[in-house]
C-alpha cells in the first residue's frame, strides 16, 4: 500500500506560473484593497466591482500554466497516495494531472448561489449581475471571502490526520485555519517545508525539515528526499 503524502499549498506555487496574491503587495490584490475584493462586506458595497474583480483573475487563469513544481507533485502520485490541500483558487494542480486536491478556499471556475450555498455551478466564462441560480437569486463566486466560514476544513482535518508524510509548500502558514493543519498530523510524522522565505513555525513536536527555495527547485529535491525515505 502506498504511503499517503499530504501536501499544503500556498500562493507561492502559483505566483510561479505567473499568478499574483495580495501578499506581494502590502495587502492590495491586483491593485485593490482585499477587503472591498474577497469579503461579504465588499460584496454588499459594490457587486459590480467583485464580480469584475474575479471575471479578470477567471480570465487570467486561461492564460497561465502549471509550473515544475505542479508536474512534480502529480508525478509523485506513482509513488505515494497523494492528497493535495490547497489554499489556491486556480486549478494549476488539476491541470497538471494531480487527482485529489481540496480547495479550502473556493474555486474560481466555479459560482455558487448567494442563498443556497450548496447550489454550486462549473463556471469558466464572466459572472455578472442578473446571472441567477435556478430559484432567481443571484450568483457569486465561489470563493471563501475573509470572515466566512471554510466549508471544506473539516474534511482537510480528516486527510492530515493520515499523513505519512506532510509537506507545505509556499505559504507564510499565516492564514487561519489553514495555518493550523499541520498540527493535526501524528506525532513524529516528517514535515517538510519548501519556501524562500519561510515563516518561523513553533511548538512543533514533529520533525521539521525546511527547504528554502521556491517550488520549482524545493518540489523536484522534494521529490528525491521522499524517495530515499521509502
Known sequence: MKKKLVVLTGAGISAESGIK????????WEGHNVMDVASPDGW????????????QRRRQLHEVKPN????????????????????????????????????LHGELLKVRSTVDETYILEWKSDLNIG?????????????????????????????????????????????????GLLHYTNKNVPILYIDPKPATIYDLQNSLEI???NATEGVPLLKQKLLELL
Open 21 to 28: 496574491t495580495f501578499r506581494d503587495a502590502d495587502g492590495l
Open 44 to 55: 454588499q458595497r459594490n457587486k459590480e466591482l467583485i464580480l469584475d474583480f474575479y471575471n
Open 68 to 103: 515544475l513544481g505542479h508536474y512534480t507533485l502529480a508525478d509523485l502520485e506513482s509513488e505515494f497516495d497523494v492528497h493535495i490541500i490547497t489554499q489556491n483558487v486556480d486549478n494549476l494542480h488539476e491541470q497538471a494531472g494531480s487527482s485529489k486536491v481540496l480547495h
Open 131 to 179: 446571472d441567477f441560480d435556478k430559484n432567481g437569486n443571484q450568483l457569486r463566486p465561489h470563493i471563501v471571502w475573509f470572515g466566512e466560514a471554510v466549508p471544506a476544513l473539516d474534511e482537510a482535518i480528516a486527510i492530515t490526520q493520515t499523513a505519512d508524510y506532510l509537506v507545505i509548500i509556499g505559504t507564510s502558514m499565516q492564514v487561519y485555519p489553514a495555518a
Open 211 to 213: 527547504i528554502p527555495m
